[in-house]
């Protein structure tokens, strides 16, 4: 299967006019806006099929690879990773770093950090959370990188709430949009593998990127061929894995946690 570009995963706008995204809950919104739903995309599936300008990898504080999504990308990017993250000297909480993508499709891999969550200082695990996205957009941009894949940050085996963490995602990145250095970024996808995270990006992503007119009377400004397109593109995207990769038993985590304590 061909990697997939930026260019083929849906914007937030096509989700909405496709009425991919359901809009039916929206309650009064505030300091949202419609601006950036072109710039959006929404991607479920495999982040190292993705031939983006940089991939957002779930790391530790080691950088030196583990289980789940960090597992995936080292495994599919090849040793030329590891032997350049070897040389970082490990990434601290909430920081990020990047290196180049190997046998990967996409450009560079940005590593963040996230939080173990801890339910007893939900505040400082989402300082954490935040920093994550925000170290991650600037690395971007710093490197002239115009289109960025974030996988779910920390929901994975450090247990962040899928909910409150796609909260903090996609608040972090609307804010980041709204700024200046967020003009200089032309696509960021958010990526989901598991059910739980996209019922999470389902539910929040209209809530911070809201459809700027009513869904109901949406429905004449997509032509039928455009639809036909989309859905043909829709179509093409990889399979979902069913299984978790192979190294999903997470040992490593198990023991970065006490680092991370
Ligand atoms: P963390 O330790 O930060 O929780 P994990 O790798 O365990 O990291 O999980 C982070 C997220 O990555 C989870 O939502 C998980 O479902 C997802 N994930 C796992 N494998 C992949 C993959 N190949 N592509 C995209 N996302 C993945």
């Not at 940089?54 to 583990?66: D, F, K, R, W």
């Not at 032509?223 to 990769?245: H, I, N």
């Amino acid at each position: 299967m061909a990697p997939t570009s930026a260019s083929d995963i849906p914007s937030l706008n096509l989700l909405y006019k496709l009425k991919k995204l359901d809009v039916s809950r929206l309650g009064p919104l505030k300091g949202a806006s419609p601006v950036h739903n072109d710039r959006i995309g929404l991607f479920r599936g495999d982040i190292t099929t993705l031939s983006v300008d940089a991939i957002v990898n779930a790391a530790n504080t080691s950088l030196l690879g583990g289980g789940g999504v960090d597992g995936a990308i080292h495994r599919a990017a090849g040793k030329g990773l590891l032997a350049e993250c070897r040389t970082l000297g490990g990434c601290p909480t909430g920081s990020s770093k990047i290196t180049n993508g190997y046998n990967l499709p996409c450009q560079k891999v940005i590593h963040t950090v996230g939080p173990v969550y801890n339910d007893s200082k939900p505040a400082e695990s989402e300082a954490h959370l935040r920093s994550c996205y925000r170290t991650s957009l600037e690395l971007a941009v710093q490197n002239d990188l115009k289109t960025i894949a974030f996988s779910a940050i920390s929901t994975g085996v450090y247990g962040y709430p899928s909910l409150d963490a796609a909260n903090v995602a996609c608040d972090t990145v609307r804010k980041y949009m709204d700024g200046d250095d967020g003009k200089k970024l032309d696509k960021v996808i958010f990526v989901t593998f598991e059910e739980k995270d996209v019922r999470a990006y389902n539910s929040l992503l209209p809530r911070h990127f809201p459809p700027s007119i009513p869904a109901s009377s949406d429905q004449d400004s997509i032509t039928g061929e455009q639809a036909a397109e989309a859905e043909a593109k829709a179509s093409q995207l990889p399979d979902v894995p069913t299984t978790d990769p192979a190294d999903s038993e997470h040992v490593p985590k198990k023991q970065r946690q006490s680092n991370e304590d």
